[in-house]
């Protein structure tokens, strides 16, 4: 990041001032950890699998802010975690196709959750995407479920948004570990994470963070 002349704009976050600042400069989640979760010594081991959150500000600054995550497979990883990140993967893409000048905020949630829950998985609640851009995080929120008071927010041209599904194989309930940081899936189960920063444009979306 730094050496393409930007600056990483996860380390060191602090979403209130009393917060300890994050650890790392990636966000590195494993098996049942969703998001958040700092950068350590943790040895991959074949059948894992890894979501990586990336955010960046370019240039360093005065530029403008992304965000991204991929959920990656590690080494030969089983039939389950395979449907569970191709489902993720989609669900983006599914919610994606709604992002056009008329449509709301409500739209990609519903599209997210109905591919999501049709192919036997679920949807964390307690979290969802944002607008990005002159910050890591801003409005509006958006939900990868449907939440009908997003109906009135509606998507305009110019817009600049981070869409994250975040998907578990079991409930959609979630935990914080003790670190303060690591957010996991309550159940256990493995969990996926799929995200890119989109501008709206006049007749749809063009994603920024595409890799």
């Not at 109905?114 to 910050?135: D, I, K, P, T």
């Amino acid at each position: 990041i730094m050496e393409a002349g930007g600056v990483p704009s996860f380390k060191g976050y602090q979403s209130h001032d009393d917060d300890p600042p994050f650890p790392s400069t990636l966000c590195t989640s494993v098996n049942e950890q969703l998001v958040h979760t700092p950068a350590s010594d943790y040895q991959l081991k074949d059948g894992d699998i890894l979501s990586v959150d990336i955010g960046m500000r370019y240039p360093a600054d005065d530029g403008f802010y992304t965000d991204m995550a991929r959920t990656i497979p590690i080494g030969t990883i089983s039939a389950e975690a395979k449907k569970l990140i191709d489902v993720t993967r989609e669900s983006f893409n599914k919610g994606l196709a709604q992002v056009k000048p008329g449509n709301s905020i409500a739209d990609i949630g519903r599209a997210v959750q109905e591919y999501v829950e049709a192919h036997g998985f679920s949807v964390v609640r307690q979290l969802v995407g944002h607008g990005v851009g002159y910050a890591v995080h801003e409005d509006p929120r958006v939900p990868n479920f449907y939440d009908a008071k997003f109906g009135d927010v509606k998507i305009k041209k110019g817009m600049v948004l981070a869409i994250e599904p975040m998907v578990n194989v079991g409930d959609y309930k979630i935990a914080t570990l003790e670190d303060g940081w690591t957010i996991i899936a309550a159940d256990g189960k493995l969990c996926a994470h799929h995200e890119n920063t989109l501008a709206v444009t006049g007749d749809g979306a063009e994603i920024l963070t595409q890799a």
